[in-house]
């Protein structure tokens, strides 16, 4: 019954994809590769960031900090992280005069995962290893952040499904007590490596295990920040390799598809005729609120526009102008969907931040590069969750439309299913979008 389904939607799409199928032929360039080398690459939100910072320094932009003064110029091309899970990646056109837009495609680096707790109470569901972040404490006396890695299957939920009366009452863990991974038969709190025991907030056995990934002491990991991941690598399935299977599709497929977007719109020569400045948001947070620093509900964005037209009016700007420039911005907000459809345009009720005007202009942007399109509705009796387009669209006054890569209905689960062809869609479109915004937008003047 699901085989059927899938093959009826993708059947249904067929008229849509014979278009795309032209654009986007092996000559061409399929960019499918890449991204399931990012996500076999991008375990967590940390490493998502690692890795597309890592493939922006490759593509020449320069690494700029939150901490220091900056100084900017039309054509130059400039990123920088915050927290390492957040990033804001931006290309200057050599037009560019003050007060002009920005272009800008939004995602998120964090996807729903489980993650560790201190000591024996983890939260967990069907887990294999571990990933993330750790704080070292170094001999001087100074801390650094390292990313780590344990490449092998680590933790297992033993989990009992006729525990359950699932036929009866559904599919309803108890997210406390049913979610408690195995790591080993026993472990032993009061390890003879640990030199201070009564400190140590996790299993003396799994800081063992990261010291050795990381080759320290396991007493020189101050603290760690660990998500909980499936080994299983991303890959292309399907009787014709047509879908990819994969954790974290949502969203580290639309941020992958935004960066490569404007790291192959913003070559040497592209940026020659551009008036505005395209630009990328990756946060954190996103589901669960985006209320953080590194989240979109802090004013990154805000403040990165602001100092960047401060840095190129070299001078402290008027208030007037950024929200000049901010009246003449446009941001394409893509969130992963569960949807046949194939690129999301636009939502019946305002909980996402789609107008008719934005969506008209997403879509002539596709219609120039004979991409397709669909509208998406949210059914009358579902909400639509709140997210990163609707805060930013309120938040700054930013002209918005939510797009989307469809998903099939496993999304948010470990593993997540979408069609091949919709990521060359999406990259292509968001490429269309920084390279010929300026015109479209020209064309349409709504007060
Ligand atoms: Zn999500």
Request: proline share 4%; hydrophobic share 40%; charged share 20%.
């Amino acid at each position: 019954m699901i085989v059927y389904s899938l093959y009826f939607i993708f059947r249904n799409r067929a008229s849509l994809l014979d278009i795309h199928v032209l654009v986007n032929s092996p000559a061409s360039g399929s960019i499918v590769g890449d991204l399931l080398d990012y996500l076999n690459e991008s375990w967590t939100q940390f490493h998502a960031t690692a890795e597309a910072k890592r493939q922006l320094v490759a593509a020449g932009f320069h690494h700029l900090s939150e901490n220091d003064d900056w100084e900017l110029k039309p054509g130059g091309r400039y990123f920088f992280t915050r927290n390492m899970s957040c990033l804001i990646a931006f290309a200057i056109g050599e037009k560019y005069s003050v007060g002009n837009g920005f272009h800008v495609i939004a995602a998120h680096t964090d996807s729903p995962c489980l993650k560790l707790k201190p000591k024996s109470n983890y939260l967990m569901v069907n887990v294999q290893t571990v990933a993330g972040r750790v704080i070292l404490r170094a001999s001087d006396g100074s801390f650094q952040q390292k990313l780590v890695k344990v490449k092998r299957p680590l933790l297992r939920v033993p989990f009992i499904l006729t525990g359950f009366t699932v036929n009866q009452d559904g599919f309803k863990p108890n997210l406390e007590t049913h979610l408690n991974p195995l790591l080993a038969t026993k472990h032993d709190d009061a390890s003879p490596d640990s030199k201070d025991k009564s400190k140590s907030y996790h299993h003396p056995l799994l800081m063992q295990i990261l010291s050795e990934e990381l080759g320290c002491e396991a007493d020189d990991i101050a603290n760690i920040e660990l998500n909980i991941c499936d080994t299983q690598p991303s890959c292309l399935g399907g009787a014709n390799n047509e879908f990819i299977f994969s954790g974290r599709l949502d969203n580290l497929a639309s941020s992958f598809c935004a960066l490569r977007a404007l790291v192959d719109s913003c070559g040497p020569k592209d940026l020659s005729d551009e008036h505005a400045i395209r630009m990328v948001a990756l946060f954190d947070n996103e589901e669960v609120g985006s209320d953080s620093m590194q989240g979109a509900g802090a004013p990154t964005m805000f403040q990165a526009m602001k100092r960047i037209i401060d840095s190129l009016a070299n001078q402290y700007i008027r208030e007037s102008i950024v929200e000049c420039a901010i009246r003449q911005s446009f941001l394409g907000f893509t969130k992963n969907t569960i949807d046949q459809n194939c690129t999301r345009v636009s939502c019946a009720n305002q909980r996402y931040a789609t107008s008719g005007t934005t969506a008209f202009l997403f879509k002539e942007v596709g219609k120039i590069h004979s991409l397709p399109t669909q509208d998406f509705v949210v059914r009358n009796d579902m909400g639509c969750g709140s997210t990163i387009g609707p805060i930013l669209a309120s938040g700054i006054g930013i002209r918005t439309v939510d797009c989307g890569i469809p998903q099939l209905i496993s999304m948010h689960s470990v593993r997540e299913i979408c069609g091949k062809e919709d990521i060359d869609i999406a990259y292509n479109h968001f490429k269309a979008f920084y390279q010929t915004f300026s015109s479209v937008d020209r064309k349409l003047n709504v007060d």
